[in-house]
């Protein structure tokens, strides 16, 4: 039982380069949440998904768009990348709300560090 | 709008004593949970103690309780006996839900030093 994983673990990017984070997990979650994190900050949610092949936005969707095309993979992609983009990337999973299942915290992956030159 | 807010940036506690980090939340959505997550300077984040909004008594998990004061729309995290290997940053988090979706906000964190 590997939890959340999270590839690739650092990448640089020049500006205008294209990327895709793919996060997996293997515990049967509905939900899959992509934050970002900055110095100083705490996370902030990008898109989420509430089940396979859906999504939604987050807090700070702009210049990324996700996708779950199967239930244990979530994928974040970023067709231009910026230098505002610089950050540490989580992604996390959970089961469906508050009331459902047997523990209700999200469960995150080791972080992705993406660095925009 | 949902806002958690943690107004500690750094705490110092010594080896073996108790530490409170403080968190304060605001809401209008009478069902809601609060989360307590440690992040190490490796980066992960760990999960530590979960209180929903209609549990009557405060969580404990090991070490760590939740003091929750809904009337003050508190949710301190108490770190009894604390040790070297508390060292990290503390971020306190609501879960957000409404008509299919479930969303956790987090605070800004709390940077906690443990020394000797």
């Known amino acids: 039982n590997a939890g959340v994983t999270q590839t690739p673990k650092f990448r640089v990017l020049k500006t205008g380069q294209s990327m895709t984070l793919l996060c997996a997990q293997d515990?049967?979650?509905?939900?899959m949440y992509w934050y970002r994190q900055d110095p100083g900050m705490g996370l902030r949610l990008i898109h989420y998904?509430?089940?396979?092949?859906?999504?939604a936005k987050g807090e700070v969707p702009d210049g990324y768009n996700v996708s779950r095309l199967k239930k244990q993979n979530f994928l974040l992609g970023l067709e231009s990348a910026a230098p505002s983009q610089t950050s540490v990337y989580f992604c996390?999973?959970?089961?469906?709300?508050?009331?459902?299942?047997?523990?209700?915290?999200?469960?995150f992956g080791p972080g992705t560090r993406l660095t925009v030159t | 709008a949902q806002k958690i807010t943690q107004t500690q940036p750094g705490m110092f506690v010594q080896e073996k004593e108790a530490v409170t980090l403080d968190c304060t939340y605001d809401?209008?959505?009478?069902?809601?949970?609060l989360f307590w997550y440690k992040q190490p300077s490796s980066g992960e984040m760990i999960f530590l103690i979960y209180?929903?909004?209609?549990?009557?008594q405060n969580a404990t998990e090991g070490r760590y309780s939740l003091n929750f004061q809904k009337a003050r729309k508190s949710a301190n995290l108490v770190i009894s006996a604390s040790q070297l290997g508390d060292s990290a940053m503390y971020f306190c988090?609501?879960?957000?839900?409404?008509?299919?979706?479930?969303?956790?906000?987090f605070g800004t964190g709390t940077r906690l030093q443990v020394f000797p």
């Open positions: 996390a999973s959970s089961y469906r709300g508050l009331a459902g299942g047997p523990r209700p915290e999200q469960y």
């Open positions: 515990m049967n979650h509905e939900y």
């Open positions: 998904s509430v089940g396979e092949g859906t999504t």
């Open positions: 809401t209008s959505d009478p069902s809601y949970g």
């Open positions: 209180q929903g909004s209609y549990d009557q």
């Open positions: 988090a609501m879960r957000e839900r409404s008509y299919n979706t479930d969303k956790l906000i």
